[in-house]
């Protein structure tokens, strides 16, 4: 049995990747998930797999992740999807007619120039009544794999962690909180026990690594990710511009935890550090930069069931790719190239 960590990336709607990668790993019987660390959709793909996990084991699990996307895929109730699904299938090409649908360009300009607390008693958060559902006795149950969730603390611009019994609907939705589509979410703060509002975790831990520093934990992390860290293009466009700096702004924390991480591994590398004063964890990553290459953040925040399909496929086979190359290594080396990403 080999002993993993997952670090589940946030990014709307393309968490459904995540649950492709979930659930080709889930097919593994001798994989065994530790820890998991989630922001925003990393955050939801975390809460349903445990969920499940602890009511049906790999199966439960499974049948969780496909009930949660189910219902996001249920959202959208607006006459975008129903236009696009019968001549769009290419989420590529979805991608782009949503950035140049009337639809989509109104709710753009609409978000920069009202503020969601504009909305009075209109506004309610989408999210939450699929949230409500998740049975957090499961959630935040001790057995299982552990399970934290980021948050990103309005007032200090720190990240925060949400463990146990901190974790509730209000503790995920805080983890996907736009702050220019959803209104804050006030939780007390789980390390200063006051109240505080709460944006998303991704501007602070897209995820947070560093939980699984704890020696208890195994030396292996898998990195789920959902943001290509790489464009070759130039963005020019308003909408290309606006898609970039949202990837870029959603990896920098993810970015300077592997930095550390690769830090760390020279000093113990060349003995600068004695072995077994710092954790020497081992990386691994999952993505498809190919795809999410076609994509934006039109098909982050809408929901489109033929996209969710297809990213889900596009997860099930880069998780097949990694564990065909890759399998044997977990528990002995590092698959990551840190030394190439940072050099």
Known sequence: MVRINLALQGGGAHGAFTWGVLDRLLQEPDIEIAAMSGTSAGALNGAALKAGWLKGGHEG???????????????DEDHVSAWMWPWL?????????????????????????????????????????????????????????????CATQVREGKIRLFRGNEISTGAILASACLPTMFRAVELVDPESGEPEAFWDGGYTGNPALFPFFDPALPDDILVVNINPLRRDALPVTPPEIQNRINEISFNSS???????????????????????????????????????????VATKTVPVPSVLTQLKEAGHRACASFLQDHKGDLGQRQTADLRAMFG
């Open 61 to 75: 699990a499974r049948e969780s992740l496909d009930w949660l996307w189910g219902k996001i895929g249920a959202l």
């Open 89 to 149: 299938p290419a989420p590529s090409l979805v991608s782009k007619a949503l950035e140049y649908s009337p639809h989509y360009m109104w709710g753009e300009a609409l978000s920069r120039m009202m503020s969601p607390y504009a909305w009075g008693p209109f506004y309610s958060n989408p999210l939450e009544p699929i949230v409500e559902q998740l049975d957090f006795g499961r959630v935040c149950a001790l057995d299982g794999p552990e399970f934290v969730v």
């Open 254 to 296: 993810l970015l300077r935890e592997l930095r550390a991480i690769d830090f760390v591994q020279r000093l113990l590398a060349d003995g600068s550090l004695k072995p077994g004063s710092m954790k020497d964890v081992r990386v691994h990553m999952v993505a498809d930069d190919a795809l999410m290459n076609q994509l934006s």
